[in-house]
């Protein structure tokens, strides 16, 4: 894997190693081939004037948290000057921002630089990666740096923060800022083989991004290791992690066996087993638990969910007169929302709340859940291309093929933003396997004993 951010700091606040150099080698990475499609919009000027004011201030470089290095920001969050077009072309024309959202005012705040805006799925709408408004960049391996696949079989990237994710396992960003409403950054990380934290929903302030889900968004970041994903979380969030001394064994964690297990393919099957395998061998006291209050989720959200009927009342007047500007695939989901009744949300809401207590109630005593991220590996993007229109058979294969995939692509990751919960995807495969995630996870206002956790968990598995 690249060098993480606190290595890269570490060098520039010895050094023997200037933040223009640092940004000269993301510039090169980012117009490299291992970045194509990574990028809608880049700001290297910008980026390139921060690395300056950081060397040419040795006070400055010695306190900045990130020290000049490059940050990436998804299409969905506001930047002073610049359209925020949600991965749409139904934004196009859109007033640009006149200030930066705090997320991104909070990454330049802490001595950021940002290096260009990233490739995203229309609206944060799914967990493939596929844009048919512009090329989808291809997965990459960020712990073995390489593509992830075979030569000219290109795969997806995940996401909806697909180039965030793409971003920062090449080496281009240390910190790609995204998003994640169902498994938006723990999809992309696990399927790039980098590290994605998702916390506690109310800690970091979703103001100056375009809302899929009012309820369950997340704004939070990829980063290439566990301690960078800390640093990228204190700064999001305006906060200190309490850390702890406490070693692996001290720790009790839990393998839930409903639903998050079913239908994993046999590498991500295999990789799961060998991972909690050396986690045991390292000391970790891991229980099974049935945790069958997984299976409540389908009746709870069976008249829809609340990313559909929370979307379908922001995008209600667009669908109006632009609908035709849309995804079609994004445009089908967004739609179902406009069937949900007001009886029906409001029955959502608490039957949320009634199943959250319960599974709090399940997890009692055991500090963290772990389960794969997600159960496959990335298929190829042509398996799932959006629909050109010139084949019909072909589009409704792919179109099947996509919805498939992307069901199957969330499932194990929007367990945890129902829970109101935080989780930490690390990568768990070897260098002949395509990436694939592990995810550790608990409820809300968990992420310091997460986090904690992800290090000793990092530091385990660097044995494999």
Same mark, same amino acid.
């Given at each position: ?87 749409? $072309? ?15 005012? $909070? ?116 980063? $290439? ?102 995804d079609p695939r994004?445009?089908? $989901? ?46 190829a993007i042509a ?52 990436p694939m995630g ?27």
């Open positions: 894997m690249p060098t993480d951010l606190l290595a890269t700091r570490q060098r520039i606040f010895g050094g023997d190693l200037s933040a223009s150099t640092a940004m000269e080698q993301s510039i090169a990475v980012a117009q490299s081939a291992a970045c194509r499609a990574a990028f809608v919009k880049t700001t290297f000027e910008e980026a390139s004037a921060t690395a300056q004011k950081v060397d040419a201030d040795p006070l400055a470089s010695q306190t900045s948290r990130l020290a000049g290095l490059a940050f990436s920001v998804k299409d969905l969050f506001d930047v002073a000057g610049q359209t925020t077009a949600a991965g749409s $072309r139904v934004l196009d024309g859109t007033q640009a921002a006149f200030r930066d959202c705090p997320a991104v005012a $909070r990454l330049k705040a802490a001595g950021g630089a940002m290096l260009g805006r990233t490739h995203m799925v229309e609206f944060a709408f799914s967990g493939v990666g596929t844009n048919p408004h512009v090329p989808t960049p291809a997965a990459w391996d960020g712990r073995f740096g390489k593509l992830a696949g075979m030569p000219g079989e290109p795969r997806i990237p995940g996401g909806s923060s697909s180039g965030a994710a793409v971003s920062v396992a090449t080496g281009a960003a240390f910190i790609g800022l995204g998003s994640d409403t169902g498994g938006s950054i723990r999809i992309p990380a696990a399927l790039n083989g980098i590290v994605g934290f998702k916390g506690t929903a109310d800690l970091v302030p979703t103001a100056g991004a375009v809302p899929l889900s009012t309820t369950l968004d997340t704004v939070c970041a990829l980063t $290439r290791s566990v301690r960078d994903a800390i640093v990228a979380h204190e700064i999001l969030a305006a906060r200190t992690v309490t850390r702890s001394p406490a070693p692996l064994a001290a720790y009790r964690l839990a393998v839930a066996q409903t639903t998050l297990l079913d239908g994993l393919d046999s590498t991500v099957a295999k990789a799961f087993q060998r991972t909690v395998q050396a986690l045991r061998d390292a000391g970790a006291l891991i229980h099974e638990i049935p945790l069958a209050e997984i299976r409540e989720l389908g009746a709870i959200q069976s008249t829809g969910g609340f990313s559909a009927a929370e979307s379908y009342a922001w995008h209600r007047p667009l669908l109006e007169t632009r609908a035709a500007d849309y994004v445009a089908a $989901r967004i739609q179902r929302g406009a069937v949900m009744k007001a009886h029906e949300y409001i029955e959502l809401i608490n039957a949320r709340h009634q199943w959250i207590a319960r599974v709090e109630q399940a997890l009692q005593g055991y500090d963290a859940v772990l389960s794969p991220t997600v159960p496959i590996v990335a298929p398996a799932v291309a959006p629909a050109n229109g010139l084949d019909a058979a072909l589009d409704e294969a792919r179109d099947a093929e996509f919805f498939r995939v992307n069901a199957l692509l969330l499932r194990n990751t929007s367990v945890v933003n129902m829970l109101d919960g935080c989780a930490l995807s690390l990568p768990c495969h070897t260098a002949d396997e395509l592990l995810m550790a996870w608990n409820g809300a206002h968990r992420d310091d004993t997460v986090l904690n956790l992800g290090l000793l968990i990092e530091e385990a598995l660097q044995i494999q």
